[in-house]
């Protein structure tokens, strides 16, 4: 690793966060979106949805939560995009800069924007009557979660970031992640749903990620669903990461 890696990253990440200060309406539309769902499940479906829980909310928003991260994520892919082929790729390469930190800047700034994102959706969620009792350690937990869950869909999004041809093209990857929580505990309990369907819901990431998450907030025995998820979000970052940089490498060649 380049030994000025750190310093760069940083002024390159400065550069990343002075655009999102510049266009705040890339997080506002991202949270729009995530906020929409909630308002309509819990004021429209919720009456309905039987969870075995008194507060739809509390149930409803871990998944709110991955569909607000998912939906954030395209706009990594849509950045990346710009910069290769606005040229800025090509005057990084020609500068003493190490070159992993132009990737890093820009997955360091969706960890940024996505964590405000979070935020908002959270505050509108406690305004929308959710409550959970979990103390220091259960939110450091939930937040940890997230942190890694964003990191690996972000490296996710750093592949069609710098391989698709049209802007487009840069973010329609995260259509299928948004839809994935619905095929997942995070609307309504899996036992619920036709046999096929149920098998899927039960064994793809964004179900044990909710579990975990939902049984933090409600204080209860956590079980094997947390190593689960963590699994899934490592083995994710892991193959991304590696994906990504080889990726990188090419197009920079």
């Given at each position: 690793?380049?030994?000025?890696?750190?310093?760069?990253?940083?002024?390159?990440?400065?550069?990343?966060?002075?655009?999102?200060?510049?266009?705040?309406?890339?997080?506002?539309?991202?949270?729009?979106?995530?906020?929409?769902?909630?308002?309509?499940?819990?004021?429209?479906?919720?009456?309905?949805?039987?969870?075995?829980?008194?507060?739809?909310?509390?149930?409803?928003?871990?998944?709110?939560?991955?569909?607000?991260?998912?939906?954030?994520?395209?706009?990594?892919?849509?950045?990346?995009?710009?910069?290769?082929?606005?040229?800025?790729?090509?005057?990084?390469?020609?500068?003493?800069?190490?070159?992993?930190?132009?990737?890093?800047?820009?997955?360091?700034?969706?960890?940024?924007?996505?964590?405000?994102?979070?935020?908002?959706?959270?505050?509108?969620?406690?305004?929308?009557?959710?409550?959970?009792g979990t103390g220091v350690l259960g939110w450091l937990a939930v937040a940890g979660i997230l942190?890694?869950?964003?990191?690996?869909?972000?490296?996710?999004?750093?592949?069609?970031?710098?391989?698709?041809?049209?802007?487009?093209?840069a973010s329609a990857f995260s259509y299928p992640l948004i839809f994935l929580p619905f095929v997942?505990?995070?609307?309504?309990?899996?036992?619920?749903?036709?046999?096929?369907?149920?098998?899927?819901?039960?064994?793809?990431?964004?179900?044990?990620?909710?579990?975990?998450?939902?049984?933090?907030?409600?204080?209860?025995?956590?079980?094997?669903?947390?190593?689960?998820?963590?699994?899934?979000?490592?083995?994710?970052?892991?193959?991304?990461?590696?994906?990504?940089?080889?990726?990188?490498?090419?197009?920079?060649?």
């Amino acid at each position: 690793m380049n030994k000025h890696f750190v310093g760069d990253t940083a002024v390159l990440l400065g550069r990343s966060l002075r655009h999102i200060a510049r266009s705040p309406d890339t997080i506002i539309t991202t949270a729009i979106m995530p906020i929409a769902f909630m308002l309509l499940f819990v004021y429209v479906f919720g009456g309905a949805i039987e969870t075995g829980t008194d507060s739809y909310v509390n149930y409803l928003l871990p998944g709110i939560l991955i569909i607000t991260i998912a939906s954030g994520i395209s706009y990594t892919a849509f950045r990346l995009f710009l910069d290769m082929k606005g040229g800025i790729f090509e005057r990084f390469q020609s500068m003493p800069i190490a070159r992993s930190s132009v990737l890093w800047a820009h997955v360091l700034t969706s960890l940024v924007a996505n964590l405000i994102s979070l935020v908002v959706v959270v505050g509108v969620a406690l305004i929308m009557g959710f409550r959970t009792g979990t103390g220091v350690l259960g939110w450091l937990a939930v937040a940890g979660i997230l942190v890694l869950f964003t990191l690996a869909l972000t490296w996710i999004a750093v592949i069609p970031g710098l391989t698709a041809k049209t802007l487009d093209g840069a973010s329609a990857f995260s259509y299928p992640l948004i839809f994935l929580p619905f095929v997942s505990s995070a609307f309504v309990p899996t036992q619920s749903m036709p046999g096929p369907v149920r098998a899927f819901a039960e064994h793809q990431p964004v179900t044990s990620i909710v579990n975990a998450i939902r049984d933090l907030f409600t204080q209860q025995p956590v079980g094997t669903d947390i190593w689960i998820a963590l699994a899934w979000c490592a083995g994710i970052l892991v193959l991304a990461y590696l994906f990504a940089n080889l990726t990188y490498r090419r197009k920079i060649s």
